[in-house]
Every structure is written in C-alpha cells, then in structure tokens.
C-alpha cells in the first residue's frame, strides 16, 4: 500500500458589493495498491489523471486501486465539504 494526503482549500464570495471571503482547509488519506509497471503504464496513458487534484481520479479508473482511509471525499475531488455546506446555507437563506 502507498498512502497520498490530499488537501483543499476554497473560499467563498458573497455580499453583493463588499464580498467578504472565507478560507477552508480540507485533507484526506487515500491508499493506493502496489501498482504493477503495466497497470501503471495504462493509468498514465488513459491521460485522466491530467487536471485532477492529486493527479489521479478516485471516481475513475484509479479508484479501482485506491482507498478513501480518511477524510471526505469531495477534499479528493478539491473541495472543502464545509466550504460547500456554507454555500449551500447562504444560497437557501436568499431562497
């Protein structure tokens, strides 16, 4: 097994004019297989990896190898979970 730590960090805009800004910081554990030389050959080829955080997809072809050990998985995806449910509260408020 090989370990990654993953880490996000967001911020969110609001209030019409004077937009005020909020920083959040978000980390996960993720283990990967002992990947074999051919296995890795084709992750790299497929060229998902290209524009990932951490460059691999958890969703994709690389979350065949990989585990979520600890954390949120949206932090793999490069977003802070509480950053999302900040916004998601603000934009209910306005509703």
Not at 57 to 71: I, M, P, S, T, Y
Request: with cysteine.
């Amino acid at each position: 097994m090989v370990g990654f730590s993953d880490s996000s960090g967001d911020s969110l805009v609001g209030q019409s004019k004077g937009y005020s800004r909020a920083k959040y910081c978000a980390g996960a554990l993720v283990e990967f297989d002992e990947l074999g030389e051919a296995m890795l050959a084709e992750l790299l080829s497929s060229g998902k990896w290209r524009g990932k955080a951490g460059a691999y997809d958890l969703a994709g072809a690389a979350g065949k190898h990989a585990r979520l050990v600890e954390g949120d998985e949206l932090s793999v995806l490069g977003l802070a979970p509480e950053a999302l449910a900040e916004l998601s509260q603000r934009i209910n408020a306005r509703s």
